[in-house]
Each structure stands twice: as structure tokens, then as C-alpha cells.
């Protein structure tokens, strides 16, 4: 059975720092782009950091550039999301998500039914 389990949500305030982890079973994620989603009430979906779990390549979207950052740790089939400099706009279901990556690194036209594997998230909330 695969699984992607998020933890390390929780309450910061803004300025704060949270790391996010996603601990992935299963299968081997070789071949797949490992992306973290998140959505606040009300918003829509927004995919935000993409790693490719090969190559370990990176791509972010503007509104997380320069405060998040994404990694693997293979040996522990873990993807960790260091989240710095928080604002309550990041305030969110924060979701990791894996799909094939023949669909490239980019996160551009993403659709959730691109992505063959959801955890079940993790609260952030950001405080002002």
C-alpha cells in the first residue's frame, strides 16, 4: 500500500519558521516528481515546490521563492518542505503529492488528477 504521511503543521506566528516532512511507503518514488499543495478555505489549489526525486532538481512558485525550500532524503524516503519567513497568506491544508515525471519539474497547469498519490495534509497556520 503507498503512503505519503505529512507532519510538522502547527501554529506560528508570522516571521516564524515550520518544517514540513512527508514520509513516502510503498513503492520507490524513482520517476516521480514529489510536489507539497496546499489550499486555504475558501482558495484554490496551489502547488508550490516540486522536487524530482531522481534528480533532485527544484522548482518553486513566485509566492514561495526565496522562503521555502524542498528536499529528499532518500535513504529515509522522506521529502521535507523548510518553510521561512512565514506571512498569514501561507496560512493553509498543506498536502504532498507525488506524480510521474514525464510530465516535467515545472509547476505550471498542474491538475490534480496529474498526481497518482495524496497524503492526507497538515494544518499551517500563521498568526499576525
Known amino acids: 500500500q503507498v503512503r505519503l504521511v505529512e507532519s510538522g503543521g502547527g501554529l506560528v506566528q508570522a516571521g516564524g519558521s515550520l518544517r514540513l516532512s512527508c514520509a513516502a511507503s510503498?513503492?520507490?518514488?524513482?520517476?516521480?516528481?514529489m510536489v507539497w499543495v496546499r489550499q486555504a478555505p475558501g482558495k484554490e489549489r496551489e502547488f508550490v515546490a516540486a522536487?524530482?526525486?531522481?534528480?533532485?532538481?527544484?522548482y518553486y512558485v513566485d509566492s514561495v521563492k526565496g522562503r521555502f525550500t524542498i528536499s529528499r532524503d532518500n535513504a529515509k524516503n522522506t521529502v521535507h518542505l523548510q518553510m521561512n519567513n512565514l506571512a498569514p497568506e501561507d496560512t493553509a491544508v498543506y498536502y504532498c503529492a507525488a506524480r510521474p515525471a514525464s510530465y516535467g519539474l515545472a509547476l505550471v497547469y498542474e491538475r490534480a488528477d496529474l498526481y497518482d498519490y495524496w497524503g492526507q495534509g497538515t494544518q499551517v497556520t500563521v498568526s499576525s
Open positions: 510503498g513503492r520507490t518514488f524513482f520517476g516521480y516528481v
Open positions: 522536487i524530482s526525486w531522481s534528480s533532485g532538481s527544484t
